[in-house]
C-alpha cells in the first residue's frame, strides 16, 4: 500500500515557477514509477511526466517538455515536478501517482495509487 500527499501547488503569474512535492508513504517506494498528471476544468486527465525507480528513465508530454523536470529522492520517498515557464493553460489540479514496475507509463489507467492533487493556477 502506498500513500502518496502533493504539496507546492499556488498562484504564480505567466512565467513564474513552482516546484511540486509528492510524498510517499510505504516501504518500496524505490519499486515504483512515479507519476505526475494533472487534469483542468471540463478536461480529461492527462499525462504530465514519469520516472523510473532509479531515476534513469524519464517521460514528458510534448506541451511540457522543456519547461518541466520531474526528479525523486528514493531516501525521501519524495518526487518532484520543477515547472518553469508557467503558461496560463498550465492551470489545473496536478495529481501524483504511483506505477508498481519498472518501465514508466503516460497511460493514467496502469497507475495503481493517486494523490489528492495540488491546484496549480497561472496567471496571464
Known amino acids: 500500500q502506498v500513500q502518496l500527499v502533493e504539496s507546492g501547488g499556488g498562484l504564480v503569474q505567466a512565467g513564474g515557477s513552482l516546484r511540486l512535492s509528492c510524498a510517499a508513504s510505504?516501504?518500496?517506494?524505490?519499486?515504483?514509477?512515479m507519476g505526475w498528471f494533472r487534469q483542468a476544468p471540463g478536461k480529461e486527465r492527462e499525462f504530465v511526466a514519469a520516472i523510473t525507480w532509479s531515476g534513469g528513465n524519464r517521460g514528458y508530454a510534448d506541451s511540457v517538455k522543456g519547461r518541466f523536470t520531474i526528479s525523486r529522492d528514493n531516501a525521501k520517498k519524495t518526487v518532484y515536478l520543477q515547472t518553469n515557464s508557467l503558461k496560463p493553460e498550465d492551470t489545473a489540479v496536478y495529481y501524483c501517482?504511483?506505477?508498481?514496475?519498472?518501465?514508466?507509463?503516460?497511460?493514467?489507467?496502469?497507475?495503481?495509487?493517486w494523490g489528492q492533487g495540488t491546484q496549480v493556477t497561472v496567471s496571464s
Open positions: 510505504g516501504r518500496t517506494f524505490s519499486s515504483y514509477v
Open positions: 501517482a504511483a506505477l508498481y514496475g519498472r518501465v514508466w507509463s503516460r497511460r493514467a489507467y496502469e497507475y495503481d495509487y
